[in-house]
């Protein structure tokens, strides 16, 4: 099993180093990897002297693949076991390569174009020869992946890092003269994070949302399985950013991401497409300009990656109508199709004049400049295909927005984004201008005090009509308490205090406000007169229980935190089952 006084970063660094001297770069996000000098009978090489096909792994580099025990398998003697059960239970694990690794083994790199599939099967041997496990089944094997091990020779090293978490495989090899000491003293040996959790979610296997490798760039993301997903919550919850950090995390958002925003007046022609006058020499012509959703459209039909269209603020236009016949589009397989759709393509496909127009002029030019077509389609059969995702945010609270219907919410994933304070930049320590009440407190007291105070008068407030922690920018806040002039605490009310009385409050502003606070130029008025500093700032515009929350919120230590306990902390006192397997 592991050995602690392994290095395991050291050794990861190493791997780094030799990869990236042929080309390849690979990040820290693994949790276990195996190095192995490849033998003569591991190999596809002709005038082999075996005729075993497959990768023999053994002693603790088992360890790295997953394996279904199987009972009366391995607790029986050899003699009395199915020796066929082992063909019966065959695990195949998703595998990726590197473009550039590939291209330095002298192989084609559209190998590295999709996920590829390796068999893993745990094997008993007969006498007193130890277990093993045999990767690879030729006639099981994704051809991708059989391409890749007839490019590694007799003594090439292979390389294969787990990614931390997940249930993928990354797959390297390196020729001889590439291989360092380091890498030789590595041969044959089981390397894992020790203090890392290889823990990895059944669902998030079966849901098969994976990402590939390639060190060009070029293929840096993908997923099998295009989807579409609304992300909503409150105003200021980090529901762009948390598609920009995390749903694109590693995307090429140069080439794969398109974006757009709904507003009123946004049109299906604004979003398909439409055709426009050129005049070149004093000629005009009419030339189809492509919207946003035909851009990614185009893209996702050249290209085997995941390709993304992002749509800001859905439910601030006409979704229904912008999307026009392309909402049957949404609709997506969920099993393969005998005319070559596959799962993630759209069900139901359309005729669309524009875009098939556009396609068109689109492949007249690549095939006069290149002699190829640069799109796949075919005429009448416009669909969405399995390579690209929909994302979408929708801002709950709005008012004056379109609602939703169900036919158009049913075909949509939907994701609550919430983000804890704990998350958040050192914004939240940052003050509102002369005060010495920081964001933190202010949100977190307004908050409450809106849910609260509305139950006791006429009109409730819904949840969806909280502050979120990104609200603001940095540039309406101050630094250090009770600092900021009028042009700080003005970009503050006109931003915060503004969303609170004509939005939160619009049927009830006694609910926060004071009941002097007639109209919302009378608060504005007020809150000029910035000298009002300290904890009394918010006395002359919010009720008395409202201000009351804020100093108490004001005069605790904004320094003081939760702790935040690793997982080393929260687990100290915990009996752990050992996850060890009995010896056979």
């Known amino acids: 099993m592991f050995n602690d006084d392994l290095k ?4 990861l660094n190493t791997i780094k180093s030799v990869l990236k001297s042929i080309g390849s770069e690979i990040n820290d996000d693994y949790d276990g990897f195996i190095v192995k000098e490849l033998k003569v009978t591991n190999t596809l090489d002709e005038n082999r002297s075996s005729n075993q096909t497959h990768i023999a792994i053994t002693g603790d580099q ?15 003697p050899y003699s009395e076991a199915d020796k066929d059960l082992k063909k019966y239970f065959v695990l195949q694990i998703p595998v990726f390569f590197d473009k550039a690794n590939v291209q330095y083994l002298d192989g084609d790199k559209s190998i590295a174009n999709e996920k590829a599939y390796a068999s893993v099967v745990r094997s008993r041997r007969e006498g007193t020869a130890k277990d093993q496990m045999q990767l690879s089944i030729k006639n099981l094997d994704s051809k991708n992946f059989i391409s890749f091990r007839e490019l590694c020779h007799t003594n090439y090293y292979l390389i294969i890092l787990k990614r931390k978490n997940e249930f993928v495989y990354e797959f390297f090899a390196v020729k001889p003269e590439n291989i360092n000491s ?3 003293q590595m041969n044959n040996r089981f390397f894992k994070a020790s203090k890392e959790s290889t823990a990895v979610r059944l669902d998030e296997v079966v849901n098969d949302k994976v ?6 760039k070029k293929d840096a993301s993908k997923t099998n399985i295009g989807y579409n997903k609304i992300y909503y919550g409150i105003p200021g919850c980090g529901k762009s950013h948390h598609i920009e950090t995390e749903v694109l995390k590693g995307v090429d958002k140069e080439n794969n991401v398109f974006r757009t925003t709904f507003y009123l007046d946004y049109s299906n022609s604004d979003f398909i497409g439409q055709i426009y006058p050129h005049v070149d020499d004093k ?5 189809p300009i492509p919207g946003p959703f035909t851009k990614a459209l185009e893209r996702a039909l050249s290209t085997d990656e995941m390709v993304y269209l992002v749509i800001e603020e859905i439910n601030r236009g006409n979704a229904a109508a912008i999307f026009g016949d392309v909402f049957q589009l949404l609709d997506r397989l969920k099993e393969d199709k005998s005319d070559g759709r596959v799962v993630g393509d759209s069900e139901y496909p359309i005729s669309n004049a524009f875009i098939e127009g556009y396609f068109d002029r689109v492949n007249k030019k690549a095939e006069k400049a290149d002699g190829v077509k640069k799109i796949n389609f075919k005429k009448g059969q416009i669909i969405i295909p399995h390579n690209l995702t929909i994302l979408a945010t929708m801002n709950t609270s709005d008012q004056n927005v379109f609602p939703l219907d169900t036919a158009f919410k049913r075909r949509w994933d939907r994701e609550k984004v919430v983000t804890e304070w704990s998350d958040v930049n050192d914004i939240k320590y940052m003050y509102i201008p002369c005060s010495s009440i920081t964001w933190k407190q202010f949100v977190t007291t307004i908050n409450q005090k809106m849910l609260q105070e509305s139950q006791n008068g006429d009109v409730t407030i819904s949840e969806d009509k909280q502050i979120g922690p990104y609200f603001v920018h940095e540039s309406m806040l101050s630094a250090t308490k009770n600092t900021g002039g009028k042009k700080e605490l003005t970009a503050f009310v006109n931003n915060v205090l503004d969303y609170l009385y004509n939005d939160v409050t619009k049927f009830d502003h006694s609910i926060l406000f004071d009941k002097k606070i007639y109209t919302y130029d009378t608060l504005y008025d007020l809150m000029e007169e910035y000298h009002y500093q300290g904890d009394k700032l918010f006395e002359v515009v919010f009720k008395d229980s409202v201000q009351k929350a804020l100093e108490e919120a004001a005069n605790k230590d904004s320094t003081q935190e939760e702790p935040v306990n690793t997982p080393e902390e929260e687990y100290a006192d915990t009996e752990v089952e050992s996850m060890e397997e009995p010896n056979e």
């Open 182 to 184: 380091e890498l030789k």
């Open 211 to 216: 990402y590939t490798t390639d060190s060009n």
């Open 283 to 287: 000629k005009v012509t009419y030339e």
């Open 8 to 11: 395991f970063n050291d050794n």
């Open 62 to 76: 088992v360890n790295l693949f997953p394996y279904i025990r199987a009972q009366g398998y391995f607790d029986k």
